[in-house]
C-alpha cells in the first residue's frame, strides 16, 4: 500500500514562497512518476507540476510556468513543490500523486494514488 502525505501548506502573503513537500511510504518511490494538482473551491483539480521518476525530466503547466519548480531526492522519498511569487489566485488545496512508471516518461494523468491534500491560501 502506498501512502502519500504532503505538508508544507500554510498562509502567505502574496509574492511570498512556500515549499510543498510530500512523503510516500515504501521502498519503490523511485518506481514512481510524481505529481502535483491543486484544487480550488468550485474548481475542477488541476496538474500544476509533473516529474518522472529519477526527475531529469519535468513538466509545469503555464500557470505555474516561472514560479512553480517540481524536484524530487529519491533517497528521502520525497518529492517537493517550491511556489515562489505566490498570487491570490493560487489559493487551492494542493494534492501530490504518484503513479506506477519507471521511464522516462512525465506523467500528465493516470496517478493512481493520492495523498490527503495541504491547503495553501494566499492573501492579498
Known amino acids: 500500500q502506498v501512502q502519500l502525505v504532503e505538508s508544507g501548506g500554510g498562509l502567505v502573503q502574496a509574492g511570498g514562497s512556500l515549499r510543498l513537500s510530500c512523503v510516500v511510504s515504501g521502498p519503490t518511490f523511485s518506481m514512481y512518476g510524481m505529481g502535483w494538482f491543486r484544487q480550488a473551491p468550485g474548481k475542477e483539480r488541476e496538474l500544476i507540476a509533473a516529474i518522472n521518476w529519477n526527475g531529469d525530466r519535468t513538466y509545469h503547466a503555464d500557470s505555474a510556468k516561472g514560479r512553480f519548480t517540481i524536484s524530487r531526492d529519491n533517497a528521502k522519498n520525497t518529492v517537493y513543490l517550491q511556489m515562489n511569487s505566490l498570487k491570490p489566485e493560487d489559493t487551492a488545496v494542493y494534492y501530490c500523486?504518484?503513479?506506477?512508471?519507471?521511464?522516462?516518461?512525465?506523467?500528465?494523468?493516470?496517478?493512481?494514488?493520492w495523498g490527503q491534500g495541504t491547503q495553501v491560501t494566499v492573501s492579498s
Open positions: 500523486a504518484a503513479r506506477l512508471g519507471r521511464s522516462g516518461t512525465v506523467y500528465t494523468g493516470g496517478y493512481n494514488y
